[in-house]
C-alpha cells in the first residue's frame, strides 16, 4: 500500500504508521478516511486500520463508504463496520457489517442489510453481491419491495441490472391490487412483471385460484397461464375446472380452458324432504325486496334449523337400529345423498364476469298453467267419435317411467367464448436514480428492516395447498344462495357466465347429457343445450334443437324442449319405448321432481301398458291432440288431459307392427351416453354418435350414408324376429 497524502503522519512503536486524514492506493484503488494506521504483522504480512468518514474508490467506479475498517493487503480483504453503503452504479448497498473483497470484487453482510437501486429494494439477513455480474443472492427472510409488489422468500437470486429474481423455495408475490403469485422455483422480472413459475405454482385475485405444473404471468397486461394438471377454482361464483392448459385474464375475470377441460359443479340433491328446501317459493316471492345481507340471515336460521332437524332424525335412526328382543344391530336404509356432484367437457369451456346491466336474461313466457294453446297449422286427427276411447286410467300408469328423473337437477358450470381482452399497458416511467443514504438514514432505515424482518409472514410451503384446499371446499359446496332474474341489481353488480363449445358432455350420477354447445348465465341460472343436444336419466332420454333448463334458489325450476322435442323410456326389459313428442315440451319441477308437464304443436304419446304379474306387455295406447297436459306427484301421473283435436287409439300387442311402434322422429341412442366421468373425457361425439376408435365392422347405409353401430344392428334384428312372431301367431289365429 502507497501513502499518497495525509495532512500528517507519526510512527507509533516504530510499527505502526499512524496517519491524518491520509489517501491510500493499493492495486488501482484509493482509500481516503479522517485516520488509518499502516502496520506489518511478524511474517510481514500487510495490514491498515481506518476510522471516520472512509472513502474507496476502485476502478470499476465502484464507491463504499463506512465509519470503521479492517484491510488485509494480501488477500485484499476488507471488513467495514457502522453505516456501511456501496454505490454501484444505480446500485446502493447498505449495512453495518460488510465484508468485501478488493480482487474478486464480491461484498456480504451477514446481520441485515438491503440493495436498492431502479425501484427496488430487497432486505435480508444474509447476502452476497458480485460487482461484476451484478448479481446479488440473498437467503433468509428475504422481502423485496417495488412499485407494485412485495415478496417474500427465504432463498433467492437478484440481478440488479436486468432486475430479474430467481427463487429456490417458497415464494409469494402480494401484488399491491390483492393478487398473489406463490411459487417454489421460478423467475419474476420485477420491471416488466412477468413470472414463469414450474413448481408447486399458484395464483390468487380476490375470489379467483389458478394452479398448474407450470405458470406464466403478465402482470401488465393482467394475464395468466397455466400448463398440466390445471386447476381453475372462483369460490364466490361456486366455479371448479380442471385441465391441460388454462388461461386467465384480470380485466374481465375470464378463464379459458382446453385440454380435457373438467368443470365440477356441486348441487342440492335431497327431492324427499321439503322441509329441506332453504327457502320455499313462497318464502323467496315474500323476501325478493329483502337486501342480500337480510336474506342470507334467514337462509343461515333455516339452515340451523334444519341442521337441528337431522340432528334429532340421525338420533331416532340410531335408537332405531337396535333390535330390543334380539339385541342385534339392524342395518339402516341408507338414503340418497343430499348433495350431488355433476361433471361437464367440452372442446373449449370459457367463463367470464360481466355487468348484469349487460346481461339479457331469456323470456320464455312460461306459465305453470299452460297459457294458451299456440294458433297454428296443426294435423287433424279426426273427431273423438271416430277414435277409439280410452277410460282406462290404471293402463295410464305405464306412462310414469317416461317422466320419472328425466330432468332432475343438474346444473354443471359452462364456459362462453369470447373475443380476448386486451388491457391497456401502463406507460413505463424511466428509473430512479439511486439514492446515496446518509449515516442518519442508514442507522434509521437498518432498524427498519431490523423490524419489516421479524414481522414479515415467510412462506412455509404449505400455505398454497391449504389455500387450494379451502377453496375446493368452498365451491364444491352447494349453493343456496339466491339467483332471481327479476331482482334489482346495482349498477356495479356483476355476474359470471360460462360457456362450453364444441363435443359438450354433462354426467352426473343420475343424469348424462351431450350437446355441441353449452351456455349458462348466473343471473336467471338459465342453461341453454344447443346443437343436437341429448339427455338421459336412468332409462328416459329426451332431445330436442334446444333445451332450456332454469334452476332456482339451488333446484330445478322449469324446462323447455323447444323444437323436434322428444322424450323416450324404455319399457321393461324390452326394444320397446314409451314415447313423447311435440313442436315443445314444458316441464315444471318441485323439489327437483315433474310437477307439471305440457307438450304442444302435433303433440303425441305412445304407451306400452304391462301385466305387473307376468312382466310382459299387453297392449299399445297412441294418443294425438294439440295439447297434452300432465300432472304429477311423487313422480307418479295424478292427472292426464288431452286437449283439441284429440286421436286416441288402443292397439292389442300381438297386433302393434312396426311401423306402429314408434313415433316420426324417434331415435334411441344409448351409445352416445357418457357412461362414467373417464368415459366422458375420453370420447366425443361426432354427428349423431360419440366416436373413440372406428370400428371396422361399421357398415354404412346407402341411403343416409350414416353409421349403423353393432347396438343398433342388433335392435334392428330383434324386432324383425318380434315382427314375424307377431305375424305368425296372427296368421294362426
Do not use: C
Request: charged fraction near 30%; glycine fraction near 6%.
Amino acid at each position: 500500500m502507497r501513502l499518497l497524502s495525509s495532512s500528517s503522519s507519526r510512527f507509533i512503536n516504530q510499527k505502526i504508521l499512524r496517519s491524518y486524514h491520509p489517501v491510500y492506493e493499493h492495486k488501482g484503488s484509493t482509500l481516503s478516511a479522517d485516520s488509518g494506521d499502516l502496520y506489518k504483522d511478524d511474517i510481514g504480512r500487510e495490514f491498515f486500520e481506518a476510522h471516520g468518514n472512509i472513502v474507496i474508490t476502485q476502478t470499476s467506479g465502484s464507491v463504499i463508504y463506512g465509519t470503521h475498517l479492517h484491510y488485509d493487503a494480501a488477500s485484499q480483504q476488507a471488513v467495514l463496520t457502522k453505516n456501511v453503503r456501496m454505490v454501484d452504479g444505480q446500485t446502493t448497498l447498505t449495512t453495518n457489517y460488510l465484508t468485501y473483497n478488493m480482487r474478486s470484487q464480491r461484498g456480504t453482510y451477514r446481520n441485515g442489510g438491503r440493495i436498492e437501486g431502479q425501484g427496488d429494494t430487497i432486505t435480508s439477513q444474509n447476502a452476497y453481491y458480485f460487482e461484476t455480474s451484478k448479481d446479488a443472492y440473498f437467503n433468509n427472510k428475504v422481502v423485496v419491495r417495488s412499485p407494485n409488489v412485495i415478496i417474500y422468500t427465504d432463498t433467492m437470486q437478484y440481478n440488479t441490472m436486468y432486475r430479474d429474481a430467481f427463487f429456490f423455495g417458497p415464494t409469494n408475490i402480494k401484488g399491491r391490487k390483492g393478487e398473489n403469485l406463490y411459487t417454489e422455483k421460478g423467475t419474476y422480472n420485477t420491471a416488466f412483471g412477468i413470472a414463469k413459475f414450474n413448481k408447486n405454482n399458484l395464483y390468487t385475485e380476490g375470489s379467483r385460484f389458478l394452479k398448474g405444473d407450470s405458470l406464466f404471468y403478465d402482470r401488465n397486461r393482467g394475464i395468466g397461464e397455466a400448463f398440466r394438471n390445471v386447476v381453475f377454482v372462483d369460490t364466490l361464483d361456486k366455479f371448479y375446472s380442471n385441465g391441460g392448459y388454462g388461461k386467465y385474464i384480470e380485466a374481465d375475470q375470464s378463464i379459458l380452458m382446453t385440454d380435457k377441460p373438467l368443470v365440477k359443479y356441486v348441487i342440492q340433491n335431497d327431492t324427499t324432504k321439503q322441509a329441506a328446501d332453504s327457502l320455499s317459493t313462497d318464502s323467496l316471492q315474500a323476501n325478493k325486496n329483502l337486501s342480500k345481507r337480510e336474506i342470507r340471515k334467514l337462509e343461515k336460521e333455516k339452515e340451523k334449523e334444519l341442521k337441528a332437524q337431522e340432528k334429532q332424525l340421525t338420533e331416532k335412526d340410531i335408537s332405531s337400529t337396535i333390535d330390543s328382543t334380539e339385541n342385534k344391530a339392524v342395518v339402516p336404509i341408507k338414503e340418497p345423498p343430499k348433495v350431488d356432484t355433476a361433471y361437464m367437457t367440452a372442446d373449449t369451456l370459457y367463463s367470464k364476469v360481466i355487468f348484469v346491466r349487460d346481461y339479457k336474461p331469456l323470456d320464455l313466457k312460461l306459465d305453470r298453467n299452460g297459457g294458451q294453446i299456440e294458433e297454428s297449422t296443426e294435423v287433424d286427427y279426426g273427431d273423438m267419435d271416430d277414435s277409439t276411447s280410452f277410460d282406462d286410467t290404471d293402463s295410464l300408469s305405464i306412462g310414469e317411467p317416461i317422466l320419472e328423473k328425466t330432468l332432475e337437477t343438474a346444473e354443471p358450470k359452462i364456459l362462453k367464448k369470447s373475443e380476448t381482452v386486451k388491457p391497456v399497458t401502463p406507460a413505463k416511467k424511466a428509473p430512479a436514480k439511486a439514492k446515496v443514504p446518509d449515516s442518519m438514514n442508514i442507522e434509521v432505515t437498518t432498524k427498519a428492516d431490523s423490524v419489516l424482518r421479524r414481522k414479515a409472514e415467510m412462506p412455509t410451503g404449505t400455505e398454497h395447498d391449504d389455500l387450494l384446499s379451502d377453496a375446493l371446499k368452498t365451491a364444491q359446496t352447494a349453493d343456496t344462495l339466491l339467483k332471481d332474474s327479476t331482482q334489482i341489481f346495482a349498477d356495479t353488480a356483476r355476474t359470471r357466465i360460462v360457456r362450453a363449445n364444441y363435443n359438450v358432455r354433462v354426467f352426473k350420477s343420475d343424469l348424462q347429457a351431450v350437446a355441441d354447445s353449452v351456455y349458462y348465465g348466473m343471473v336467471d341460472s338459465m342453461f341453454r343445450f344447443m346443437g343436437k343436444p341429448m339427455i338421459w336419466s336412468d332409462g328416459s332420454q329426451i332431445s330436442a334443437d334446444t333445451i332450456f333448463m332454469q334452476i332456482k334458489n339451488g333446484k330445478m325450476d322449469n324446462a323447455l324442449l323447444k323444437q323436434n322435442a322428444f322424450m323416450v323410456n324404455a319399457v321393461l326389459d324390452t326394444l320397446k319405448f314409451n314415447q313423447l313428442k311435440g313442436r315443445k315440451i314444458t316441464a315444471f319441477f318441485a323439489n327437483n321432481a315433474i310437477e307439471r308437464l305440457f307438450v304442444d304443436g302435433n303433440a303425441e304419446n305412445l304407451v306400452f301398458s304391462t301385466n305387473d304379474k307376468t312382466n310382459t306387455i299387453t297392449e299399445m295406447f297412441h294418443d294425438r291432440s294439440s295439447r297434452i297436459k300432465i300432472t304429477m306427484e311423487n313422480n307418479k301421473i295424478i292427472d292426464y288431459v288431452s286437449i283439441r283435436k284429440i286421436d286416441q287409439k288402443i292397439y292389442p300387442f300381438k297386433l302393434v307392427t312396426q311401423e306402429l311402434e314408434v313415433l316420426p322422429g324417434f331415435q334411441w341412442k344409448p351409445e352416445d351416453r357418457p357412461k362414467s366421468v373417464e368415459d366422458m373425457l375420453n370420447r366425443k361425439r361426432a354427428g349423431q354418435s360419440l366416436i373413440s376408435e372406428p370400428d371396422d365392422e361399421d357398415e354404412g347405409d346407402e341411403n343416409t350414408g350414416e353409421i349403423k353401430t353393432e347396438a343398433t344392428k342388433s335392435i334392428d334384428t330383434k324386432k324383425a324376429e318380434q315382427t314375424e312372431k307377431i305375424l305368425e301367431e296372427a296368421t294362426e289365429n
